[in-house]
């Protein structure tokens, strides 16, 4: 057991094992396997025969404009979380602070569409829409929390 690195961590929840010849990761926190991966890669933990090429960044601003994170989506698909080092540099992990997407355009506008990616967000915004999303998408760690709490009460 080790802290999983695609989320903040404060006790041990990634399993890593062997299996034949594959490494085997899983996070019991409920981190999607490709999400761990991902994070793994960008601080160079994961060696693969083809490497991730990143293909989207998405910024996550405060609500001043102040880039706190990004949001990277990789080919093959995968997504990692990423922060300023303060040296021109990043840090492979989630950011302390999480905020929705577009935060500065959400807070001034009186119809917001919620959607599940920041793909989702950047094609409505297209035809002129304002929309966010929480980094995570329909994986989010308040999403699965929340859903758990809804079928508890049926």
Not at 103 to 110: H, I, Q, S, T, Y
Not at 125 to 151: E, M, P
Request: charged share 25%; glycine share 10%; net charge positive.
């Amino acid at each position: 057991m080790a802290p999983c690195l695609s989320h903040d961590d404060s006790k041990p929840s990634l399993s890593i094992s062997e299996r034949g010849s594959k490494l085997l990761v899983h996070c019991f926190a409920g981190c999607p396997q490709q999400t761990v991966i991902a994070a793994l890669r960008a601080r160079g933990l994961w060696e693969d025969k083809r490497r991730a090429l990143i293909i989207a960044e998405y910024n996550y601003t405060d609500e001043h404009g102040e880039l706190l994170y990004q949001v990277v989506r990789t080919d093959p698909k995968g997504f990692f979380q990423r922060y300023p080092d303060g040296r021109g540099g990043w840090v492979g992990r989630k950011h302390p602070r999480q905020v929705l997407y577009r935060l500065r355009e959400v807070l001034d506008a009186p119809i917001v569409f919620v959607v599940e990616g920041e793909k989702d967000v950047e094609s409505l915004r297209a035809h002129g829409f304002v929309a966010t999303t929480n980094s995570g998408g329909a994986n989010a760690g308040w999403l699965r929390i929340s859903r758990k709490l809804c079928g508890e009460r049926k």
